[in-house]
T-cell receptor, first 115, second 118 residues
């Protein structure tokens, strides 16, 4: 069975500071990994995903994430936070062929950006 | 291309009533999944439909049901509502199972239907 752990239900940063949101997963087969963002009163929107190939993945709005198999991690980063980045962020894993392709989501991390 | 459309966006019901929520997927997407989102439990998978068949089901009681029509539109129904059913219900469509798994099963979400049970 697959699972996702997001460390920290809330992360607070100043505008212009580095954003780091942590995600660790467990999966019995090679995983597909996703980060989604949810703004208030909206659905989830895909930020980026890792399927195969390059382990450093770039997404929208300047975000990127690195798949580290040895650490079973897929942390999300952004060099400089903007006020508009304030939102809820969800990490998700699916297992692809041989496993459950239905994504399992982490509990979410609320990103707070201070001026 | 139009996104995933969910109706209604907001609704208020009382305990014991039943509710039906509707979801229109992105054109060409045949997979529709439903999730329940609450502050306490996060995103919980309800079920997934593909070509009018339920392919996967989460761990929810039988009061929660769904169906999918030939045009891929989907509905979910909750009967005998309980206070704990208050949540944001999210629908997501995807190309899962349509020979595009290399895309990794990306989900496209609607804005959700917020249900309040009094």
């Amino acid at each position: 069975a697959q699972s996702v752990t997001q460390l920290g239900s809330h992360v607070s940063v100043s505008e212009g500071a580095l954003v780091l949101l942590r995600c660790n997963y467990s999966s019995s087969v090679p995983p597909y990994l996703f980060w989604y963002v949810q703004y208030p009163n909206q659905g989830l929107q895909l930020l980026l995903k890792y399927t195969t190939g390059a382990t450093l993945v770039k997404g929208i709005n300047g975000f990127e994430a690195e798949f580290k198999k040895s650490e079973t991690s897929f942390h999300l980063t952004k060099p400089s936070a903007h006020m508009s980045d304030a939102a809820e962020y969800f990490c998700a894993v699916s297992e692809g062929w041989g496993g459950s392709y239905i994504p399992t989501f982490g509990r979410g991390t609320s990103l707070i950006v201070h001026p | 291309k139009a996104g995933v459309t969910q109706t209604p966006r907001y609704l208020i019901k009382t305990r014991g009533q039943q509710v039906t929520l509707s979801c229109s997927p992105i054109s060409g997407h045949r997979s529709v999944s439903w999730y329940q989102q609450t502050p306490g439990q996060g995103l919980q998978f309800l079920f997934e439909y593909f070509s009018e068949t339920q392919r996967n089901k989460g761990n929810f009681p039988g009061r929660f049901s769904g169906r999918q029509f030939s045009n891929s539109r989907s509905e979910m129904n909750v009967s005998t509502l309980e206070l704990g059913d208050s949540a944001l219900y999210l629908c997501a469509s995807s190309l899962l199972g349509q020979g595009n798994f290399v895309q990794g099963g990306e989900l496209f979400f609607g804005e959700g239907s917020r249900l309040t049970v009094l």
